[in-house]
Every structure is written in C-alpha cells, then in structure tokens.
C-alpha cells in the first residue's frame, strides 16, 4: 500500500492551499481516509476523516469551517482543501486510511475515528508565513 501526498508549500495567512493524496495497492472505496499533521515539536493530531461514500466527514475543532475533506473514489485520491490558513496551521500533512466496515452498506459510523488508522503516507509540507 502507497499513499503519495502532494500539494503542500508556502502560504502567506490568510490564504488557502490544496493538498491531496493518491493510494494505490488497496481497494480505495473499502477505506476512511484521514488527514493528519504534525508542527515541529509537537504530537501528530488528527485534522479531518471521511467516510468511504463521502456521506460523513468529521474534523478537529481547530480546523473546522476553514478545511474541508473530499474524496473521487474513481481517482483513489483524498483532497484536503485549506482556506483563512493561520501560521498554528504550518505542519507536515498526512494522508491515512482505515479499513471502513461501512463500506458497500447502510450503514454508519456513530462518529468516525480519529485513531486506529493502518497505513499512512510520507506527509507533505505546508508553511504558513505571518
């Protein structure tokens, strides 16, 4: 399994960015993908999840209403795009996934995960100058 983030760079805040990730080796559609970020010096902390149908999303209250997750199934890619950057938003970004056992179903997630996911790309960088 590869996930190939892509995307990342220079922002002035304010501004906005895009960042993807393209899978391969696995079955996209059998898959939440997430957006994680890591700041020098700090954990990694969830940013954003979408389910496999993109019906569900969920993001980190930090992000919220400034990011939004989406995903084209048929170019096995997740999008993050990133509007009103803020310099506290500059990290590595990476893409995740994680079995969906929603996937081909009904049926729900009471709330997607923001833990547990199994592979994992190299990140992408995205710095936010002041």
């Known amino acids: 399994v590869q996930l190939q983030a892509s995307g990342g760079g220079l922002v002035q805040a304010g501004g906005s960015l895009r960042v993807s990730c393209v899978a391969s080796?696995?079955?996209?559609?059998?898959?939440?993908m997430g957006w994680f970020r890591q700041a020098p010096g700090k954990d990694r902390e969830f940013v954003a999840t979408?389910?496999?149908?993109?019906?569900?999303?969920r993001y980190a209250d930090s992000v919220l209403g400034r990011f939004t997750i989406s995903r084209d199934n048929l170019k096995n890619t997740v999008y993050l795009q990133m509007n009103n950057l803020k310099p506290d938003d500059a990290a590595v970004y990476y893409c995740?996934?994680?079995?969906?056992?929603?996937?081909?179903?009904?049926?729900?997630?009471?709330?997607?995960?923001?833990?547990?996911?199994?592979?994992w790309g190299q990140g992408t960088q995205v710095t936010v100058s002041s």
């Open positions: 995740a996934a994680r079995s969906d056992p929603t996937s081909g179903t009904a049926r729900k997630w009471p709330q997607l995960p923001a833990v547990g996911y199994e592979y």
């Open positions: 080796g696995l079955t996209f559609s059998k898959y939440v």
């Open positions: 979408i389910t496999w149908n993109s019906v569900a999303t």
